[in-house]
């Protein structure tokens, strides 16, 4: 009987002796800012600041908001993405991995304290888990916190001021083996530093394999233009503060981080289908394309782009079902794209095209060919 009992306990004792422990300590966060866009501008920026301060990236499940659900459903990050390209050029492993099988050694209940600038929300704590989808994302791995770190004035910005050293002189792995951060540590959008980090984000077979079959078997034979349309309600209302914020979202991409190209324009937010159509026309001629391929967030303009491309014999496409993941794997397999430089969807699409060296564009930029000379001229 004695036996029996011990079994179970030195079972469990010989699989927690079997995990490798990082000594230099980990990071953990919530991707609690927007959707897969900015959460994905955001881990370009963590594994980033992770690398700095040499601590293992505790990969967390992107954080996606459903019709119908009350709450935040939490995917793991390895439905989209492997883990292998990660790891030649940082530690990782997943959320999923860290809570069974390290935390019981590095981070028990009662040590777990929630990093935060300063206090968030009522009262004098960073109160990690308050609202939709900051509880939900920690409940989802049943982490309760029990006390509070404001690690103000440090940043994020681990490529100057010599701000790795600073944070592990503050918070040592031997005394904070576990950063859990109540957001990324991170800014938005991605640190123009962090950019090239795109390239070891490597979709996963079954997102990879259901873009070259769309390809294969929807498209014609021959090249096509891939194009990301945003028109939703929310997105028009989001173009209305352009006049006061010059670089909105993702606009750093195309008008550069100090707006030396220029500031952002109606026409670059949200471009008439007449405008869309005018420069889709141009790419399909350029690129010698058969068909194009749109990606929206509400209209896909699929008839009036049919309408406009008729002469041309070209065809418009859409998934059936749209699922973002597979839009975006293959708005990165065309040959040729345009986005729209104030979204971060777009922006991640442009990113993993760059690091492939495919061409992009974007609806309204440059204004003019003498812009597009000066833009040139900076870039090569």
Known sequence: MMLKLLIPVLFSVSIFADVDIDQNGYILYCPCMGRFGNQADHFLGSLAFAKALNRTLALPPWVEYRFGEPKSVQVPFSHYFQLEPLLKFHRVVTMEEFMENIAPKVWPPEKRTAFCYMARGQGTDCNAKEGNPFGPFWDTFNVDFVQSEFYGPLNYDVHHQDMARKWNNRYPPQKSPVLAFTGAPASFPVQIENKDLQKFLVWTPRIVNRAIDFIRNVLPIGSFVGIHLRNGVDWTRACEHLEHSPNLFSAPQCLGYRNEFGIASQDMCFPTPDAIAKQVKFAVKEYHAKSVFVSSDNDHLIPFLTKALKRMEVTVHKLANPEPHVDL???????????????????????????????????????????????KNVYL
Do not use: Q
């Open 329 to 375: 794997a293959i708005l990165g397999r065309a040959n040729y794209f345009i986005g729209n430089c104030i979204s971060s969807f777009t922006a991640f699409a442009k990113r993993e095209r760059d690091a492939n060296g495919l061409p992009s564009g974007f609806w309204g930029f440059p204004s003019n060919r003498k812009a597009l000379t000066r833009i």
